[in-house]
């Protein structure tokens, strides 16, 4: 058995690596980051074209969509991915095949069930009809579309995953900015959005093809396999419409209810933004998971354990400043590019900004667990949380519109986070990631996110944002390398991993940051 395995799959665990996570890690947040900064501009566009009214019945459609893709997709992408990695990691890559195949069959299922639900919906009068129905074709393709994307992720091919949405979300940006600019409104949106859907699938089979081909040049029997995967996938799906509720900008059918589109408009603009920043703990957190699964399937245990806990560290030591930053120029950078009639959305993302700190190390934890195939507590944690969001959603998008629905969101990220960052670090056995050791750091976060905000009060426009980006990001450098905010076996790892990739440069700047307890 072992003798017949082929290469690429013998060391599958001692391949993966912190190298190999970061480097991963990289294509991810630029899979993940980049096209989320292509929606923003093109929510920018849809401001100035569509207005808030216009752009708040297109944040809907579009939110209707994406919902049905994660109703119809629910917990298997993620199930697939995980047992894919876990089962490359046990030297039993052909049975990766059927249950590949397998997948493909369910998600075609929820494809023609997804789609005649958003027709149905444009039969039935919705508004503009047209929207819908190319709605209703983006939205079968997105559920198919997520088989190939977990196999990618499943076998760590990170590069193959990233570059398709890459190349083809510039593409899309470009054409839906020109379909607005010629008038192309709403509907025109939809059908930019449905055409570059089909160029995503086909490429993005294509190189799932070959990559099975490479991991699994023959099948092996996998029921048991595709048993395993449909329980997992089960208690995941679960939890996918608790992620829907929580962490999915589920208050917009609230506020749809409640109130108006401008409020849409106003919720979703933050959001968005918010979003934005947090792809880049989402896509790290998507790397660990299969990285965790497939080192849990080799029985590395301390490595996860070790890994876990540098990732906190990590995580903590990147997203301080980046909350400095979008605390004192998030407001005033929204306000200049969508223009006065989007005044309000700064309040909103002042209340989802609080939270960022904390965001990252959540998904870390929840990723872990992932992994580990541990899926029953999160999703208790999750359904309180749930809970927590439609009630006051109900009491708060009545009255108080798009802040409202933010702070019903706020309250439910807590409930669910602060549980599950106690219970991965129990699970994992971490014996303390040293938190308080980045109070270095937070201070001069602080220091460097005043001074931004004091220059974006003192002068109005774009001047007073453009110095206050820049006296920030300056204090920033200059403090880091001052105060020394890295802890140096963290500069150490950093130096190792990253400094022969960048030549030298990030190895440098983290020893040169580093203090010594």
Request: charged letters at 10%; glycine letters at 12%; one cysteine or more.
């Amino acid at each position: 058995m072992k003798g017949s395995e082929p290469t690429g799959t013998r060391d599958a665990a001692a391949a993966t690596t912190g190298a190999s996570v970061v480097s991963g890690g990289l294509w991810s947040i630029a899979g993940r980051l980049v096209p989320h900064l292509y929606t923003l501009l093109i929510s920018v566009a849809a401001a100035r074209y569509l207005g808030p009214e216009g752009l708040g019945r297109q944040s809907f459609i579009a939110f209707v969509e994406l919902s049905i893709i994660l109703l119809f997709t629910a917990g298997l992408p993620m199930a697939v991915m995980r047992f894919i990695g876990e089962t490359i990691g046990r030297g039993e890559p052909g049975a990766v095949r059927g249950l590949v195949a397998w997948a493909w069959l369910i998600e075609g299922v929820g494809a023609a069930a997804g789609g005649a639900m958003l027709v149905g919906a444009a039969l039935l009068g919705a508004d503009p009809e047209g929207a819908w129905l190319l709605a209703a074709v983006a939205c079968a393709i997105g559920i198919v579309h997520n088989v190939p994307s977990a196999l990618l992720a499943g076998a760590q091919r990170w590069r193959a995953a990233s570059i398709v949405g890459l190349l083809t979300g510039a593409v899309s940006m470009v054409a839906t900015i020109a379909v607005l600019a010629a008038g192309g409104g709403i509907t025109g949106m939809f059908a930019v959005e449905a055409a570059v859907s089909v160029v995503n699938l086909a490429w993005t089979s294509v190189l799932a093809r070959r990559a099975l081909l490479e991991i699994a040049p023959r099948a092996e029997p996998s029921a048991e396999l595709r048993r395993r995967t449909a329980r997992y996938a089960l208690y995941a799906s679960m939890s996918v419409v608790i992620t829907f509720i929580v962490w999915r900008r589920s208050e917009l059918f609230f506020l749809d209810r409640y109130s108006t589109d401008t409020q849409i408009a106003l919720y979703s603009i933050p959001f968005a933004a918010f979003f934005a920043l947090a792809q880049i703990p989402s896509a790290l957190g998507a790397v660990i998971s299969p990285a965790v699964a497939t080192l849990f399937g080799a029985g590395a245990s301390e490595r996860i354990r070790s890994g876990y806990e540098r990732a906190l560290r990590l995580v903590l030591l990147f997203s301080l400043p980046i909350t400095a930053a979008a605390l004192a120029l998030g407001p005033a950078a929204l306000r200049l590019v969508y223009g006065q009639d989007f005044e309000g959305t700064g309040r909103v993302f002042l209340i989802m900004a609080l939270w960022f700190p904390v965001f990252p190390l959540v998904t870390m934890g929840r990723s872990v667990l992932a992994g580990l195939g541990l899926v029953k507590l999160p999703l208790l944690f999750g359904a309180v949380a749930a809970a927590v969001d439609i009630a006051l959603a109900v009491l708060l998008t009545p009255d108080h519109g798009a802040v409202g629905a933010a702070l019903a969101n706020l309250a439910a990220q807590v409930t669910v986070g602060v549980p599950i960052l106690i219970y991965a670090s129990r699970v994992v056995g971490s014996t303390g990631w040293r938190p308080l050791a980045l109070w270095r750091v937070a201070l001069v976060s602080a220091i460097a996110g005043g001074a931004a905000w004091l220059c974006v009060h003192l002068l109005e426009g774009a001047g007073g944002f453009a110095l206050g980006a820049a006296s920030g990001a300056i204090l920033l450098g200059v403090l880091t390398l001052g105060l020394r905010v890295i802890p140096a076996d963290d500069a150490d790892w950093i130096g190792a991993v990253a400094g022969g990739r960048l030549g030298g440069m990030v190895g440098w700047a983290a020893r040169r940051s580093a203090y010594r307890r």
